[in-house]
C-alpha cells in the first residue's frame, strides 16, 4: 500500500537557517504529493503540492521538487522565521480518478528560536 | 466566508459510550472527508462523502460510521467506544475535482 516516510523531529533551528525536512514515499502509480503545515491550534493547511514528476511546488519561501527516481519530496526553506514554527507533513493521494485519499506522514515538529 | 466548522472542540466519553462529531464544510464544497489524529500521528482517513453516499473508506471497523446531511454537513458516529479512539478528528472539505483539502481545527476526544 501507499506510505509516506518522513525524518523524525522535533527539529529546533535559529532564526535564517536553512531548513530541510525529508520525505520519502511508497506508491503504486503517479501519485500526487503535498506538503500540509499545522500551527498550534489550528487545522491543517496545504502548503505547497506537485502532481507529476520533476514539478517544483513552492509558497511562502518554500520549496519541494517531485523525484521520481528517488521517490522523495523534501521540503526545504532558505531563511526560516520565528512564525514558521509548527508541524509540518508530507502527504500523498492515490493515483487515480477521483480519489482523493491523503496518506500523511508522522510530521515533523519544526522550533525557530530568535 | 466561514471555513470548515467543527463541533464540539473538546470532549470526554467512557469506555463504551457513543459519540457524535458534526462538521459544516466551507461554503461551496460539497465533498467532505474525516481523518483521524493520534497523538504524534499524522491523520488517518476515515472516509468521505459526497452526495449524500459515502464514496471512500480507510482502514476502520464499521464502529466508525457516518452522515452527510442535503446541505453537505456531515457528522461522524462512533459506537463502542475504545481507549485507542481518543484522538483529534479532523473534518475536511473540497469541491469536487478539486485536490485542494481544508481542515477545520478539529475535536479533541479523550475516551476514559
Known amino acids: 500500500g501507499n506510505s509516506v516516510t518522513q525524518m523524525e523531529g522535533p527539529v529546533t533551528l535559529s532564526e535564517e537557517a536553512f531548513l530541510t525536512i525529508n520525505c520519502t514515499y511508497t506508491a503504486t502509480g503517479y501519485p500526487s504529493l503535498f506538503w500540509y503545515v499545522q500551527y498550534p491550534g489550528e487545522g491543517l493547511q496545504l502548503l505547497l503540492k506537485a502532481t507529476k514528476a520533476d514539478d517544483k511546488g513552492s509558497n511562502k519561501g518554500f520549496e519541494a521538487t517531485y523525484r521520481k527516481e528517488t521517490t522523495s519530496f523534501h521540503l526545504e526553506k532558505g531563511s526560516v522565521q520565528v512564525s514558521d514554527s509548527a508541524v509540518y507533513f508530507c502527504a500523498l493521494t492515490r493515483s487515480g480518478a477521483g480519489s482523493y485519499q491523503l496518506t500523511f506522514g508522522k510530521g515533523t515538529k519544526l522550533s525557530v528560536i530568535p | 466566508d466561514a471555513g470548515v466548522t467543527q463541533s464540539p472542540t473538546h470532549l470526554i466519553k467512557t469506555r463504551g459510550q457513543q459519540v457524535t462529531l458534526r462538521c459544516s464544510p466551507k461554503s461551496g464544497h460539497d465533498t467532505v472527508s474525516w481523518y483521524q489524529q493520534a497523538l504524534g500521528q499524522g491523520p488517518q482517513f476515515i472516509f468521505q462523502?459526497?452526495?449524500?453516499?459515502?464514496?471512500q473508506r480507510g482502514n476502520f471497523p464499521d464502529r466508525f460510521s457516518g452522515h452527510q446531511f442535503p446541505n453537505y454537513s456531515s457528522e461522524l458516529n462512533v459506537n463502542a467506544l475504545l481507549l485507542g479512539d481518543s484522538a483529534l478528528y479532523l473534518c475536511?472539505?473540497?469541491?469536487?475535482?478539486?485536490?485542494?483539502?481544508?481542515f477545520g481545527s478539529g475535536t479533541q476526544l479523550s475516551v476514559l
Open positions: 475536511a472539505s473540497r469541491p469536487l475535482g478539486n485536490e485542494k483539502l481544508f
Open positions: 462523502y459526497y452526495e449524500e453516499e459515502e464514496r
